[in-house]
C-alpha cells in the first residue's frame, strides 16, 4: 500500500526558492492525480500542482511561472521546485496520491514559512 511522507519546508525570505520532495512507499499505478496541495488555516486545501494520470503537468494560476512539479520513478519521488516565494506561498503543503480505483492518500504535510 502507497504511503506517503513530504520533506523540505522551512523558514525562507521572500523570492528566496524552495525544493519540496514528497518519498512514497509502495507501487504509484494506476495514477489518476499525483502532486501538492496547500492549504492555511481557515481555508480550503488547494490545488498547486499536479501530474494529470499521473504525467500531464497542471498548475494553479498562482504557481504558473514560479513553480515546476517533477518525478523520479525510479526513487518513488514527487518534487516541488518553488521559485519567487512571497508570503501568500505560506501554509502547509501536501502530497497527494489519488488512483483510478479511488484510492486516496495524502501525506502528513510540510510547513513552508515566507517571511516579509
Known amino acids: 500500500q502507497v504511503q506517503l511522507a513530504e520533506s523540505g519546508g522551512g523558514l525562507v525570505q521572500p523570492v528566496a526558492s524552495l525544493r519540496l520532495t514528497c518519498t512514497a512507499s509502495?507501487?504509484?499505478?494506476?495514477?489518476?492525480?499525483l502532486g501538492w496541495y496547500r492549504q492555511v488555516p481557515g481555508n480550503e486545501r488547494e490545488l498547486v500542482a499536479i501530474?494529470?494520470?499521473?504525467?500531464?503537468?497542471e498548475y494553479s494560476d498562482s504557481a504558473k511561472g514560479r513553480f515546476t512539479i517533477s518525478r523520479d520513478n525510479a526513487k518513488n519521488t514527487i518534487d516541488l521546485q518553488m521559485n519567487k516565494l512571497t508570503p501568500e506561498d505560506t501554509p502547509v503543503y501536501y502530497c497527494r496520491y489519488y488512483s483510478w480505483s479511488r484510492d486516496d492518500h495524502w501525506g502528513q504535510g510540510t510547513q513552508v514559512t515566507v517571511a516579509s
Open positions: 509502495g507501487t504509484l499505478s494506476s495514477v489518476h492525480v
Open positions: 501530474f494529470r494520470g499521473g504525467v500531464n503537468e
